[in-house]
């Protein structure tokens, strides 16, 4: 039973090197479906909170110029 029962699913292809490929038969119980969407949604939390850390900084630096110009003028 997958944890995403009920949305809907596309699907996506991916290539990897035959190496890997060999190397991932090697454990035919893994869902590695699963395996990608899991490291998947991990990278875009990744991704969402940097971004949302840089906006921070954006802001920050920004109201900081603010506060320059205002002294200097």
């Keep these: 039973m997958h944890a995403h029962t009920g949305n809907k699913m ?6 990897l090197p035959d190496r890997l490929k060999r190397q991932m038969r090697r454990f035919r119980d893994v869902n590695w ?3 990608m969407r899991k490291a998947i949604e991990s990278r875009i939390l990744l991704e969402v909170s940097r971004r ?15 506060e ?3 002294i200097i003028s």
């Design 33 to 35: 479906s699963e395996v």
């Design 10 to 15: 596309t699907q996506l292809t991916i290539r």
């Design 68 to 70: 320059i110009a205002k």
């Design 52 to 66: 949302q850390e840089d906006r921070r900084v954006m802001v920050k630096a920004a109201r900081r110029q603010d």
